[in-house]
C-alpha cells in the first residue's frame, strides 16, 4: 500500500472514530447528564467534520499531482 492509499485510510479511521466517541458521549450523557459528556459529543462531531474536509482535500490534491520517474 502506498503513503497516499495509508493516509487515505488513516484519515477514514480517524473520522468514524470520532464519530463513534461523539455517539458514545451522547449515549453517556443521556444516562447521567453530565454536561461535560455534551461538550466531548460536540468536539467530536465537529472534528469528524473537519476530518471529512481534510480526507477530501487531501483526496483532490493527490488526483492532481503526478509522480514523474
Known sequence: MSL???HIVFI???TLLAIGT???CLWVDSLHGAPA???GAICS???AVV???YGIWFYRKMKRLR???
Open 67 to 69: 509522480i514523474i520517474t
Open 37 to 39: 459528556f455534551r461538550v
Open 12 to 14: 477514514t479511521i480517524s
Open 51 to 53: 476530518l471529512i474536509g
Open 22 to 24: 461523539g455517539a458514545w
Open 45 to 47: 462531531f465537529v472534528a
Open 4 to 6: 497516499k492509499g495509508f
